[in-house]
């Protein structure tokens, strides 16, 4: 057959072909959208043309079996041998040689102490704050496993709520009425009459329109960042920050500039650098993270600096017949020049701060509504548990649906609320007078302490009642002592006080193994001494001779 012949017998066959499509019903459509389709659009032809000879290439492929493994069947002798050979990885690494002698030595509180007298039948909400009643293993004084009774000042029950009897009578009743936990997330069905009453208790106390409580003071702060800062976003936060803000900064992954301990000055350099470098980029958002209290060093900031705006000044200037008045702003702080916004942890500092515990706002007279987002704990000095985020009603209402340990965590139990609200209403209707108290005997421990030794000093605020000591310049350089010899001489303080039946305890934060290499912030050792009003002026200045003179004969027995 030569080539004519094969072309006229193609040619009759396409002819055959076309005759036989044209007898399937239905087919002058598809030739018609095919003819169409290419005209209108031929990258469409060419795609549906790939699906239908990918869907015949899988249809027309050979099957093969999913179960089918490489791996080698052992039989059960072997499966057993195998399983007595392995060795699991411990859970917890093992204890060194000196955390066994630490946790040898560590003292166990087994109960209370008798109390002397029991508490008046008709008492007023200040007599029971005040009573020195030891009904707690946390109270000013507590019994050890040795069968000893010591001065309890490594406790945060600043004010004895944990010896008042009308909270705790009012804890069984919220138990007896609610159960132990709501079992459930506050947005599903763990949102109790209880929560809602402590949110608006804790919002009319520091004067904001609303704000949210938590299950876990620790996770508060770590939770309200990252739902609202996140990648790409910028914070500028203090080098001397705690732990829980740090994991809030990790998971937020926002870009995290910091500036020098308590330095606003440094703060400004750090806010004109991050102006200076987005001028001309996409809009960001920007915070200021700090502490109302540090944790770590117990000291406060300057907030009138950061966040006052001060008033606006009238100045009458005559131009001609017409005299005009100019209305200037005489100074705005680092908060508005710079237009970030505010987070204040003030986990440490409400309860204890201003006259009747609203916090570092009280305290240096600023109004809260200037601090975006005020954080703070329902535990320690309130003897309760859990955390708030105070603010504006959008601020809260953002983080009930963006916070994850709001959202996924189970709610505050409704016997931790319901004393929170109480502890709350303590201290307004005493007007203050366990912190004065409290205060008071601060101002009795820091003089037996700070100004008579020469060894140590205090780098808390004169208000704070937990007390931070730690060893001056001086002593160190002299001795030429590192961090972890300064860590076992304020080791070997604890003990001495707790031989002469003082209980204190030494700062022992996670931050202070990561903070000089990570964050250039370098966290020396510190004994801590925790003031509470169930000691008398007395037992305090007692207490504070025994902690002085055991610092005195453990420094001095140590050579350089």
């Given at each position: 057959?030569?080539?004519?012949?094969?072309?006229?017998?193609?040619?009759?066959?396409?002819?055959?072909?076309?005759?036989?499509?044209?007898?399937?019903?239905?087919?002058?459509?598809?030739?018609?959208?095919?003819?169409?389709?290419?005209q209108?659009?031929?990258?469409?032809?060419?795609?549906?043309?790939?699906?239908?000879?990918?869907?015949?290439?899988?249809?027309?492929?050979?099957?093969?079996?999913?179960?089918?493994?490489?791996?080698?069947?052992?039989?059960?002798?072997?499966?057993?041998?195998?399983?007595?050979?392995?060795?699991?990885?411990?859970?917890?690494?093992?204890?060194?040689?000196?955390?066994?002698?630490?946790?040898?030595?560590?003292?166990?509180?087994?109960?209370?102490?008798?109390?002397?007298?029991?508490?008046?039948?008709?008492?007023?909400?200040?007599?029971?704050i005040?009573?020195?009643?030891?009904?707690?293993?946390?109270?000013?004084?507590?019994?050890?496993?040795?069968?000893?009774?010591?001065?309890?000042?490594?406790?945060?029950?600043?004010?004895?709520?944990l010896?008042?009897?009308?909270?705790?009578?009012?804890?069984?009743?919220?138990?007896?009425?609610?159960?132990?936990?709501?079992?459930?997330?506050?947005?599903?069905?763990?949102?109790?009459?209880?929560?809602?009453?402590?949110?608006?208790?804790?919002?009319?106390?520091?004067?904001?329109?609303?704000?949210?409580?938590?299950?876990?003071?620790?996770?508060t702060?770590?939770?309200?960042?990252p739902?609202?800062?996140?990648?790409?976003?910028?914070?500028?936060a203090?080098?001397?920050?705690?732990?829980?803000?740090?994991?809030?900064?990790?998971?937020?992954?926002?870009?995290?500039?910091?500036?020098?301990?308590?330095?606003?000055?440094?703060?400004?350099?750090?806010?004109?650098?991050?102006?200076?470098?987005?001028?001309?980029?996409?809009?960001?958002?920007?915070?200021?993270?700090?502490?109302?209290?540090?944790?770590?060093?117990?000291?406060?900031?300057?907030?009138?600096?950061?966040?006052?705006?001060?008033?606006?000044?009238?100045?009458?200037?005559?131009?001609?017949?017409?005299?005009?008045?100019?209305?200037?702003?005489?100074?705005?702080?680092?908060?508005?020049?710079?237009?970030?916004?505010?987070?204040?942890?003030?986990?440490?500092?409400?309860?204890?701060?201003?006259?009747?515990?609203?916090?570092?706002?009280?305290?240096?007279?600023?109004?809260?509504?200037?601090?975006?987002?005020?954080?703070?704990?329902?535990?320690?000095p309130?003897?309760?548990?859990?955390?708030?985020?105070?603010?504006?009603?959008?601020?809260?209402?953002?983080?009930?649906?963006?916070?994850?340990?709001?959202?996924?965590?189970?709610?505050?139990?409704?016997?931790?609320?319901?004393?929170?609200?109480?502890?709350?209403?303590?201290?307004?209707?005493?007007?203050?007078?366990?912190?004065?108290?409290?205060?008071?005997?601060?101002?009795?421990?820091?003089?037996?302490?700070?100004?008579?030794?020469?060894?140590?000093?205090c780098?808390?605020?004169?208000?704070?009642?937990?007390?931070?000591?730690?060893?001056?310049?001086?002593?160190?350089?002299?001795?030429?002592?590192?961090?972890?010899?300064?860590?076992?001489?304020?080791?070997?303080?604890?003990?001495?006080?707790?031989?002469?039946?003082?209980?204190?305890?030494r700062?022992?934060?996670?931050?202070?193994t990561?903070?000089?290499?990570?964050?250039?912030?370098?966290?020396?050792?510190?004994l801590?001494?925790?003031?509470?009003?169930?000691?008398?002026?007395?037992?305090?200045?007692?207490?504070?001779?025994?902690?002085?003179?055991?610092?005195?004969?453990?420094?001095?027995?140590?050579?350089?």
């Amino acid at each position: 057959m030569d080539a004519y012949d094969a072309q006229k017998w193609l040619m009759q066959l396409a002819h055959e072909l076309s005759n036989l499509l044209h007898r399937v019903p239905g087919s002058a459509i598809v030739l018609r959208y095919i003819k169409s389709s290419y005209q209108d659009d031929p990258i469409r032809s060419g795609i549906e043309l790939f699906l239908v000879l990918f869907a015949l290439r899988y249809l027309l492929a050979p099957s093969y079996s999913t179960q089918k493994t490489n791996s080698v069947k052992l039989t059960e002798e072997e499966v057993d041998e195998l399983v007595e050979e392995w060795t699991p990885e411990p859970l917890v690494a093992p204890q060194t040689a000196i955390e066994e002698a630490e946790n040898e030595k560590r003292p166990i509180i087994s109960g209370y102490a008798i109390s002397p007298y029991d508490p008046p039948k008709h008492s007023t909400a200040a007599s029971l704050i005040t009573h020195k009643t030891s009904h707690r293993p946390t109270a000013p004084k507590c019994k050890l496993a040795s069968g000893r009774t010591v001065t309890n000042l490594a406790s945060y029950n600043y004010y004895n709520f944990l010896s008042n009897e009308a909270l705790k009578e009012k804890a069984i009743q919220t138990l007896r009425t609610y159960g132990v936990g709501p079992c459930g997330p506050p947005g599903f069905y763990g949102t109790q009459d209880v929560h809602m009453k402590t949110e608006a208790d804790i919002a009319a106390h520091l004067g904001v329109q609303a704000a949210i409580i938590y299950a876990q003071a620790f996770s508060t702060i770590s939770s309200v960042i990252p739902a609202f800062s996140k990648r790409g976003d910028i914070i500028v936060a203090d080098k001397g920050v705690n732990f829980a803000i740090r994991k809030g900064l990790q998971i937020s992954r926002s870009v995290v500039k910091w500036y020098e301990h308590n330095d606003l000055d440094d703060m400004e350099r750090v806010l004109a650098k991050v102006v200076k470098e987005q001028e001309g980029k996409p809009l960001t958002r920007r915070f200021i993270v700090t502490e109302g209290l540090f944790e770590d060093i117990g000291d406060m900031p300057d907030l009138p600096k950061i966040v006052r705006q001060l008033p606006v000044q009238r100045i009458a200037c005559k131009s001609g017949p017409v005299a005009n008045v100019l209305y200037v702003i005489s100074q705005v702080d680092l908060k508005y020049r710079y237009k970030f916004r505010l987070i204040l942890d003030e986990t440490w500092s409400y309860g204890v701060l201003g006259r009747t515990g609203q916090g570092l706002t009280s305290h240096q007279n600023v109004d809260p509504t200037t601090v975006d987002m005020i954080i703070g704990s329902l535990a320690g000095p309130l003897c309760a548990g859990g955390g708030f985020c105070a603010g504006s009603a959008e601020v809260t209402e953002h983080q009930r649906i963006s916070a994850l340990a709001y959202t996924y965590s189970a709610a505050l139990p409704a016997m931790l609320a319901t004393t929170a609200s109480e502890t709350i209403t303590l201290l307004q209707t005493t007007n203050g007078e366990c912190i004065a108290s409290c205060r008071e005997s601060t101002k009795a421990m820091w003089a037996q302490l700070d100004p008579r030794s020469e060894w140590v000093w205090c780098t808390s605020a004169v208000e704070n009642p937990m007390m931070l000591l730690v060893l001056k310049e001086e002593v160190v350089a002299a001795r030429k002592w590192s961090l972890e010899d300064q860590g076992r001489v304020l080791d070997d303080v604890v003990d001495e006080c707790l031989a002469n039946n003082v209980l204190i305890t030494r700062r022992k934060s996670i931050l202070a193994t990561t903070s000089s290499k990570e964050y250039g912030f370098e966290m020396q050792p510190a004994l801590k001494v925790c003031i509470t009003t169930g000691l008398s002026k007395k037992e305090i200045e007692r207490a504070g001779i025994v902690i002085r003179h055991a610092i005195t004969k453990v420094v001095k027995s140590r050579k350089a």
